[in-house]
């Protein structure tokens, strides 16, 4: 393992200003980093309002060791110029939607420097289009990118009146997270240099973070998939009426407080044993999980930060997640994470010989609703560069970096 020490002192550039980006930034800058935020237009007149006079961290943040941080985080630059957020930093944090990880990339490319490092928040094989769009531009430059199953945080901007605040609450804080870098020869590095990040100190100070097998195995641990799109879709009655038949706040709404019982759990854990077929096939790991760990009102999300033993029975209402939604159908629960989490599975399925039926279901369910079609709009695995590659090639590439180019 190399010395990461040259990062301390370095700024720390987080791409994004949405919630979780936003909760890094603040959670960094009140650790005592110097931290660039930068977000690009059409977005950031709406994301970055307010936030050069700074951005105010606040919440419970539960989590079982008790850290918590709070206070106004004051930036050392807001801009909307990606090379000038980067220039000189250390740690370059992307947190955005997937869908912002191509547009982000472009212009980080040109920008980056030997000795960076970039860590994406969740990765949503967003390590594996990077390094895609780095071969494709000629790019060399000596970084270490890796991506975390998660993000470290339950968090979201606060709005009023429809304008978007510089203001994070921040219900929860995990205690430990998976991660993994690309190739897999650098992730030691990868995992030290997370020790730099102050958004990172509840992992750190927790129950650490874990090195997952590789960055697809990050990608199969990314818990967003099966809590988010079984709970949505087969809850969406229960959200649609929430605020017209049962005289409650339409916007206290949450899929775990009051879509979640025990035939959702059945269906997220019959979710889960096909992505462990899917990473079995592969030959890549996946963050374990017994049955009875879908069983509550947090489900498997309550291990990221309170640990094994976290349980809130369904006869019990669940009063942290109050007001976290989703509230409609056209939201990232649905719009990112069947096209991206979900659609990369059918592809992996169809290349593997895996039967996904309950995955699948979840994205002909979300056409159905949405009147979207999402396979055609779902991410492949030739988008990331993959898809021609045999078992064996895949693996080589994902530890050692040697990519075999398309014959």
């Known amino acids: 393992m190399s010395n990461m020490e040259y990062l301390k002192g370095k700024p720390i550039a987080v791409l994004g200003a949405g919630a979780v980006a936003k909760a890094q930034a603040a ?47 004051k930036m050392e630059m807001v801009t909307t110029d990606i090379a000038e957020a980067v220039k000189g930093a250390g740690i370059v944090i992307v947190a955005t939607p997937s869908v912002g990880h191509r547009p982000f990339f472009e212009k980080l490319i040109p920008a980056l420097e030997d000795g960076m490092v970039i860590h994406i928040f969740p990765d949503n094989y967003g390590t594996l289009l990077l390094r895609k769009m780095m071969r494709e531009a000629g790019c060399n430059k000596k970084v270490i990118i890796g ?14 009146g429809g304008v978007v605040l510089p203001q994070i609450r921040v219900y929860y804080r995990a205690i430990t997270l998976r991660g993994a870098a690309l190739p897999s020869a650098d992730q030691d590095d990868f995992l030290e240099s997370s020790k730099y990040m102050g958004s ?18 990050t ?30 706040n339409k ?23 096909e992505e462990c077929a899917l990473a079995e096939a592969m030959g890549v790991g996946i963050q ?33 997640q109050y007001g976290t939604g989703p509230f409609d159908l056209n939201n990232r629960y649905i719009t990112e994470d069947i096209p991206v989490g979900c659609h990369i599975y059918h592809e992996l399925a169809a290349k593997f010989g895996v039967e996904i039926p309950i ?49």
Not at 200 to 214: H, L, R
Not at 225 to 231: E, I, K, T, Y
Not at 251 to 273: G, L, N, R, T
């Open 147 to 160: 991506g975390w199953s998660s993000a470290p945080y339950g968090c979201r901007v606060e709005v009023k």
């Open 219 to 248: 990608g199969f641990s990314n818990v967003n998939p099966v809590l988010h799109c079984p709970g949505t879709l087969l809850g969406a009655s229960v959200m649609q009426n929430w605020g017209v038949i049962y005289g409650e």
């Open 27 to 73: 959670d960094c800058a009140l650790a005592g980093a110097k931290v660039r935020i930068c977000d690009i237009e059409p977005f950031a007149k709406k994301t970055l309002f307010g936030v050069d006079k700074g951005i105010k961290f606040f919440g419970q943040q539960l989590n079982l060791y008790g850290f918590e941080r709070h206070g106004m985080a």
């Open 251 to 273: 916007y206290d709404y949450s899929i775990y407080s009051h879509a979640y019982c025990p035939a959702v759990s059945e269906v997220q854990y019959s979710f889960y044993k």
């Open 359 to 407: 995955i699948d279901s979840m994205i002909h369910l979300a056409c159905a609703m949405t009147g979207k079609n999402f396979w055609e709009k779902g991410l492949t695995l030739d988008d990331l560069g993959i898809g021609h590659m045999s078992k064996e090639e895949m693996l080589d590439y994902l530890h050692n970096g040697k990519y075999m180019d398309k014959k």
């Open 200 to 217: 990172m100190d509840a992992v750190t100070n927790g129950d650490g973070a874990v090195g997952g097998s590789t960055v697809m195995d």
């Open 288 to 320: 374990p999980y017994e049955k009875e760990h879908f069983f509550s009102r947090e489900n498997v999300l309550g291990q990221e930060y309170m640990g094994l033993d976290y349980v809130i029975p369904f006869e019990e209402q669940d009063y942290i």
